[in-house]
T-cell receptor
């Protein structure tokens, strides 16, 4: 079963703009991870944030985690056309990378 | 970073035949691997957990006799879709926990089309 929801389901922006995606989940977690998937391809691991962390940065990515609200957000700053992809959050609540995925956000960045 | 290789990347087969998909961890050992299925424009659904040297653990609703999993070594897990039917057409993707609790690393996925 799916853990939660991402919103928006689809997001269309111009290059240079920031993109924010949100993820909500239902159960307690060990960590939350964000992945990118280009059409018809495998998943690329972007960032992992542990349950005792509130914010994490990696390059143009910023992830926040609010365990009291059971939600996370992914911010991509200064977006590029190459960022066009689907983005999924995944929670690890059962341990050892047994992941439960959200429905994903499809991001389109136009040049 | 850790690399997981999946093969083949796509396969077309006739109804009733079986298809084997391989998932290898290339530069690290994985005692556990995971198999997911993804239908078009949907999210990934965990099918089963593959355990090296023991039986796989299947998620509720996944037929173990239809989706045979073998984890014969610390770097290889295989998923065999037996007696495939068109409704088995999907994107199958494996993952393995990366070293040092660095998250899960995914293979490239296999697009299965059953005709």
């Amino acid at each position: 079963s799916q853990q939660g929801e991402e919103d928006p389901q689809a997001l269309s922006i111009q290059e240079g703009e920031n993109a924010t995606m949100n993820c909500s989940y239902k159960t307690s977690i060990n960590n939350l991870q964000w992945y990118r998937q280009n059409s018809g391809r495998g998943l690329v691991h972007l960032i992992l944030i542990r349950s005792n962390e509130r914010e994490k940065h990696s390059g143009r990515l910023r992830v926040t985690l609010d365990t009291s609200k059971k939600s996370s957000s992914l911010l991509i700053t200064a977006s590029r056309a190459a960022d066009t992809a689907s983005y999924f959050c995944a929670t690890d609540s059962r341990g050892y990378s047994t992941l439960t995925f959200g429905k994903g956000t499809m991001l389109l960045v136009s040049p | 970073g850790a690399v997981v290789s999946q093969h083949p990347s796509w396969v077309i087969c006739k109804s009733g035949t079986s298809v084997k998909i391989e998932c290898r961890s290339l530069d690290f050992q994985a005692t556990t691997m995971f198999w997911y299925r993804q239908f078009p424009k949907q999210s990934l659904m965990l099918m089963a957990t593959s355990n090296e040297g023991s039986k796989a653990t299947y998620e509720q609703g996944v037929e173990k006799d239809k989706f045979l999993i073998n984890h014969a070594s610390l770097t290889l897990s295989t998923l065999t879709v037996t007696s495939a039917h068109p409704e088995d057409s999907s994107f199958y993707i494996c993952s393995a926990p990366g070293p040092n609790s660095s998250g899960a690393f995914f293979g490239q996925g296999t697009r299965l089309t059953v005709v």
